[in-house]
Nanobody
């Protein structure tokens, strides 16, 4: 089974920084896409950033220039560096992995599509709160 465990959320002031981490097991993520999503209270889940197997990255317009997605393959860890945080960045942040044939998620299957990829493995979420 694929397992993702997210950490690193917290409360910061406007303009502050945080780094989210996502530990991954049971998955060869160097061959697939990984992403960060977020879900603010009362809003739909939205994609924030993704990183492909070849290391290429994509960002939502709202976070370009402020967020950086990266990974450490040796540590099986995905990161999201968030700088110049704004109150509108307040949300629960989830790491996600692209669906792979034959790999079952831990828990019920939930699929979100982002920039042409389907993500079906999810971390438990970590809260980011930015105060003005």
């Amino acid at each position: 089974q694929v397992q993702l465990v997210a950490s690193g959320g917290g409360s910061v002031n406007h303009g502050g920084s945080l780094r989210l981490s996502c530990g991954i097991s049971g998955y060869t993520y160097s061959s697939f896409s990984m992403a960060w999503f977020r879900e603010a209270r009362g809003k739909e889940r939205e994609g924030v950033a993704s990183i492909e197997g070849d290391g290429s990255t994509t960002y939502a317009d709202s976070v370009k220039g402020r967020f950086t997605i990266s990974r450490d393959i040796a540590k099986n860890t995905l990161y999201l560096e968030m700088n110049n945080l704004k109150p509108e960045d307040t949300a629960m942040y989830y790491c996600a992995a692209e669906l792979a044939a034959g790999l079952r998620p831990r828990g019920p299957l939930m699929v979100f599509s982002l920039w042409g990829k389907s993500y079906g493995y999810w971390g438990q979420g970590t809260q980011v709160t930015v105060s003005s």
